[in-house]
C-alpha cells in the first residue's frame, strides 16, 4: 500500500503549498493530493509547484463534475500530466445536490448515471478516441488532439454501494473520503469488484482512502481536530448516510457525531505506533493507497505544524506500510 498526503487547506497564493510539495519530494509519500479549490483552482496550484521544480505524481480527490465539461475535463488532466510530466489522477465527483442546481439549474436526473457518462467518456477521450456522444447527461462530440503523454488515471468519488459499483464498471481509481476501514473492506471493496464484473473488465479499479489522522497530545482534544477537519461533511446528507451504514450512530449534529468519528476510527487518532495500526487497517481492508488528511491540524494549529506533523507520521509508516 502506497502512502501520500493530502494538502490540507486550499492556499491564497500557490507559494503557500511549497513546504508540503518538499515534503513529498523529499519523503517517501507516492503523491500529493488535493481536493475541489474554490479559491485558487487546483490545477494552477499544482502547474506552479511544477514550474518551482517540484515534479512528482498528483491527485485530485475530488474535482465536482458541475464545473467543467467532460472534454474540458481531458484537457486540463491531461495539460498537467504534460507540464509536470508525472502521473496523474483526476478524481471527479458529482457534488451535493444544491451545487447542482446553483450551477446547473436542476439536479441530475441520475447521479449514478451522470457519474457513468462523465467517467466514460473522459476515459475515452484520455484514451485517444474519437467521441460521437448525446448521452442523457452530457453531450461530447469531438477528440483530443494526439499527443503522447504520462498516465492519466481517471478516479470516482466513492461514498456508497452504487457509486463503488459505478467505479468497478468505469473508473481506475475509487476515491473515499471519510471511510472507515470496515467498511471499505465490508461494503465498498465487494460492490467495486462485482461493478468489475458487471462490465467485463479484465481488472479492478485500486482503492483510494482519503482518510483524516492527527497524533495525539496532552493538550489536544481529538474531537475539535475532527471538527476542525470534517463539520462541512458532518452536515451533508449523503456522507451522513454513509456514516450510518458504517455503523456510527450519527444525529445530524456536527458536534455530537464528531466524538463518534473519532470512537469509531473515522477520524485516525493516536500515537505513531496505534496510528501505524489503524493505517495497516486500510491496508488489511483492500486499500491500495491512503492519502493521510490533516486538516484539522492546520486548521487549529497552522500549516507549519500540519507539515512536521505528516513529516514525523511519513517516517513512522514507512516500514510499517511497506
Known amino acids: 500500500m502506497k502512502t501520500s498526503v493530502m494538502l490540507p487547506f486550499v492556499p491564497k497564493r ?7 510539495a518538499g515534503l513529498v519530494a523529499w519523503s517517501s509519500a507516492a503523491r500529493l493530493w488535493q481536493g475541489q479549490g474554490l479559491l485558487t483552482e487546483g490545477y494552477h496550484v499544482y502547474s506552479y509547484l511544477a514550474g518551482a521544480g517540484f515534479r512528482f505524481p498528483m491527485g485530485f480527490g ?8 467532460p472534454y474540458d475535463a481531458a484537457v ?4 498537467l500530466a504534460l507540464t509536470t510530466g508525472q502521473s496523474i489522477v483526476a478524481g471527479f465527483g458529482a457534488g451535493a445536490l444544491q451545487l447542482q442546481r446553483s450551477l446547473l439549474g436542476r439536479e441530475y436526473s441520475s447521479q449514478l448515471g451522470a457519474c457513468r457518462e462523465y467517467l466514460g467518456a473522459v476515459r475515452r477521450l484520455l ?9 442523457e447527461h452530457f453531450e461530447v462530440h469531438g477528440q483530443l488532439q494526439p499527443y503522447p503523454a504520462p498516465q492519466v488515471e ?8 452504487g457509486a463503488a459499483g459505478v ?38 479499479p485500486r482503492i483510494v482512502a482519503i482518510v483524516p489522522v492527527a497524533l495525539a497530545a496532552a493538550d489536544r482534544d481529538p474531537v475539535q481536530l475532527a471538527l476542525a477537519s470534517n463539520r462541512p461533511h458532518l452536515s451533508l446528507p449523503h456522507y451522513q448516510s ?33 496510528l501505524a495500526k489503524k493505517v495497516l487497517a486500510y491496508r488489511d481492508a483492500g486499500v491500495d493507497e491512503i492519502v493521510l488528511n490533516i ?22 509508516f514507512e516500514k510499517a506500510v511497506a
Not at 475530488?62 to 465539461?69: A, C, G, I
Not at 484514451?127 to 448521452?135: A, F, I, R
Not at 481517471?154 to 454501494?161: F, M, P, Q, S
Not at 486548521?299 to 513512522?316: D, I, N, S, T
Request: proline share 5%.
Open 76 to 79: 486540463q488532466a491531461r495539460s
Open 154 to 161: 481517471v478516479g470516482l468519488g466513492v461514498l456508497r454501494k
Open 295 to 316: 486538516t484539522g491540524v492546520s486548521a487549529v494549529y497552522g500549516p507549519e505544524v500540519a507539515v512536521r506533523e505528516l513529516a514525523v507520521l511519513l517516517r513512522h
Open 14 to 20: 500557490p507559494e503557500q503549498a511549497l513546504p508540503f
Open 62 to 69: 475530488v474535482s465536482l463534475m458541475p464545473f467543467r465539461h
Open 127 to 135: 484514451d485517444g478516441e474519437e467521441l460521437d456522444v448525446s448521452g
Open 242 to 274: 454513509m456514516l450510518r451504514s458504517s455503523g456510527l450512530e450519527v444525529t445530524g449534529d456536527p458536534d455530537v457525531d464528531a466524538g463518534e468519528l473519532v470512537a469509531k476510527d473515522g477520524f485516525l487518532y493516536g500515537d505513531e505506533d496505534e
Open 167 to 204: 467505479a468497478g464498471e468505469v473508473a481506475d481509481a475509487a476515491i473515499t473520503w471519510l471511510t472507515p476501514a470496515d467498511y471499505v473492506s465490508g461494503t465498498l471493496a465487494p460492490a467495486i469488484a462485482e461493478g468489475a464484473r458487471r462490465a467485463e473488465r479484465k481488472g479492478k
